[in-house]
């Protein structure tokens, strides 16, 4: 059965920082660029992060870039979402995604393309 399980969300003061990961099973990631992407109360889920099958390509967000570096570890089976200097609007449930091997494009930001998820994270951000 395939899963991904996010952990390390919770509360945190603006300034502060949380780190996220998401554990797969039932597959290997060591082929599947990861993604996460998070949603506000009232808001469409947006993208934040994706990282590639090897690590050597990543894509952020414009409003996270610099602050919220993706790694991952295939041995592991697991991604990471270090945030850092959280902001309020920062504020949202997380989530894990797995991007489907059919697209093949750069572009690694459209949630349409992920074919697995988890069940979300969340992250509340106190000013």
């Known amino acids: 059965q395939v899963q991904l399980v996010e952990s390390g969300g919770g509360l945190v003061q603006a300034g502060g920082s949380l780190r996220l990961s998401c554990a797969a099973s039932g597959f290997t990631i060591s082929s599947y660029t990861m993604g996460w992407f998070r949603q506000a109360p009232g808001k469409e889920r947006e993208f934040v992060a994706a990282?590639?099958?090897?690590?050597?390509?990543?894509v952020y967000a414009d409003s996270v870039k610099g602050r919220f570096p993706i790694s991952r570890d295939n041995a592991k089976n697991t991604v990471t979402l270090q945030m850092n200097s959280l902001k309020p609007e920062d504020t949202a449930v997380y989530y894990c995604a797995t991007r489907a091997p059919t697209y093949s494009g750069s572009d690694y930001s459209k949630s349409y393309e992920y074919m697995y998820w988890g069940q979300g994270t969340q992250v509340t951000v106190s000013s």
């Open positions: 990282i590639n099958w090897s690590g050597g390509y990543t």
